[in-house]
């Protein structure tokens, strides 16, 4: 049974760069040692049958495709903008330039 005791919680909140204060660090290595408790039982199960997965659970996309739709009035849009230059909208630099 893998047991982590105080000095690792300190060590390791130390290069975290965490305060701790004794009471957080008692509380956090009995957490850690009953998480570590736990990851040794999940490692008792037969896996050998199951393949590799990045969820739990099967997610698919459930947002509607893209669908390109001109909008009729061009000019309207553009009237909206804060600035234009031409047919297009005017936005400030952001790269390069003088």
Partial sequence: ??????????????LARLELNAEEEERFTTQLS???EYFEQLSELDTTDVE???RAIDVTNVTRPDALQSYGDREQILDRAPERE???FKVPQIMGGD
């Fill in 86 to 88: 031409g047919e297009f």
């Fill in 52 to 54: 590799p997965t990045a």
């Fill in 34 to 36: 009953s998480i570590l």
């Fill in 1 to 14: 049974m893998t047991k982590i005791d105080r000095e690792q919680v300190h060590k390791v909140a130390h």
